[in-house]
């Protein structure tokens, strides 16, 4: 169980377009989900953390009016990469938290979503 | 804010050794610190993690030991598998809940 699933696993999109990536929990209902992102060789960078309902919470650097986050519902969130250019080229990893059993829960991460702005 | 801080940054051992690898935190109030195991292309997978109220933890082949009191914790995977190859991170949050700080990863790498 706690599967979360990101989609698409990987996409090319020219400078100037906008790009939006989703992440699911397939199994469970997820009231925060957290997205990171990885360059390579790197570690992983917490962008924001989306609860369900609210908006979300970015994290200093992090551009909100670029990086939209929408938590809809318990089983998805998304991430719009906005006018995207070469440099936001980058690895974006989610992970969602079970809460099926209140606070005990660890993080499950989904496979991450290889962008590349050309 | 929290601080990880991981060594070694990369780590190459035979097959059937052990591999340690070290982290240390900043933040006292932490009192979650889980392992995760990543290979390449792929999203992290939590392997191991202990809470501030348990000194050690061992799941098989893996183990994790925390000091509080110094601020740090370890990895110890023993009777190391080429499949054990990957990068490794160590973090911290306050709270299973709260959002996670990662250290800089570990790249282990097994030789058959």
């Known amino acids: 169980g706690a599967v979360v699933s990101q989609h698409p696993s990987w996409v090319i999109c020219k400078s100037g377009t906008s790009v939006k990536i989703e992440c699911r929990s397939l199994?469970?209902?997820?009231?925060?989900m957290f997205w990171y992102r990885q360059f390579p060789k790197q570690s992983l960078m917490l962008m924001a953390t989306s609860n369900e309902g609210s908006k979300a919470t970015y994290e200093q650097g992090v551009e909100k009016d670029k990086f939209l986050i929408n938590h809809a519902s318990l089983t998805l969130s998304t991430l719009t990469v906005t006018s995207a250019h070469p440099e936001d080229s980058s690895f974006y990893i989610c992970?969602?938290?079970?809460w099926g059993i209140g606070d005990n829960s660890p993080l499950h991460f989904g496979n991450g979503t290889r962008l590349t702005v050309t | 804010g929290e601080n990880v801080e991981q060594h070694p940054s990369t780590l190459s051992v035979q097959e059937g050794d052990s591999a340690v690898i070290k982290c240390t935190y900043s933040d006292s109030a932490s009192n979650y610190f889980p392992w995760y195991k990543q290979e390449l292309g792929k999203g992290p997978q939590l392997i191991i993690d202990?809470?501030?109220?348990?000194g050690e933890k061992k799941d098989q082949r893996i183990a994790v030991t925390l000091n509080k009191t110094a601020k740090h914790f370890s990895l110890h995977i023993t009777e190391t598998q080429p499949e054990d190859s990957a990068v490794y991170f160590c973090?911290?949050?306050?709270?299973?809940?709260?959002?996670?700080?990662f250290g800089q990863g570990t790249e282990l790498s097994v030789k058959p």
């Open positions: 992970s969602a938290r079970w």
């Open positions: 199994d469970f209902q997820a009231t925060t």
């Open positions: 973090a911290a949050s306050i709270n299973q809940g709260g959002k996670l700080i």
């Open positions: 202990i809470r501030s109220n348990v």
